[in-house]
């Protein structure tokens, strides 16, 4: 599987940003999927996740009711609204794929087996 970032960009505070991830691979509708971000000089962290069939979400308490996690399986693809952003939201965002698929919402890197490359996320103030 492959995964291909898009949407990042520069947007003032209380903006909005759609993030994008398009995925190769027959399987896809069956991964459990996240976005995750890493800021300069931090470690990545757990932003949101989705089960397999799009019917379960979760969220960091950061994130929670300004993000909005959603699939579109017959696409192969991944979204994250973000509305309301903050500079605290600057980041590079990571989508990734766990191709288990069992459980949805782990927040630990180490549980997903692909990644895509990284988009840009930068909130001014």
């Known amino acids: 599987v492959q995964l291909q970032a898009s949407g990042g960009g520069l947007v003032q505070a209380g903006g909005s940003l759609k993030l994008s991830c398009a995925a190769s691979?027959?399987?896809?509708?069956?991964?459990?999927l996240a976005w995750f971000r890493q800021a300069a000089g931090k470690e990545r962290e757990f932003v949101a996740g989705?089960?397999?069939?799009?019917?379960?979400?979760y969220y960091a308490d950061s994130v929670k009711g300004r993000f909005t996690i959603s699939r579109d399986n017959a696409k192969n693809m991944v979204n994250l609204q973000m509305d309301s952003l903050k500079p605290d939201d600057t980041a590079v965002y990571y989508c990734?794929?766990?191709?288990?698929?069992?459980?949805?919402?782990?927040?630990?890197?180490?549980?997903?087996?692909?990644w895509g490359q990284g988009t840009q996320v930068t909130v001014s103030s």
């Open positions: 990734a794929a766990d191709s288990s698929g069992v459980v949805a919402g782990l927040r630990e890197v180490y549980e997903y087996n692909y």
């Open positions: 989705i089960s397999w069939s799009g019917t379960r979400t």
């Open positions: 691979g027959r399987s896809f509708s069956m991964y459990a």
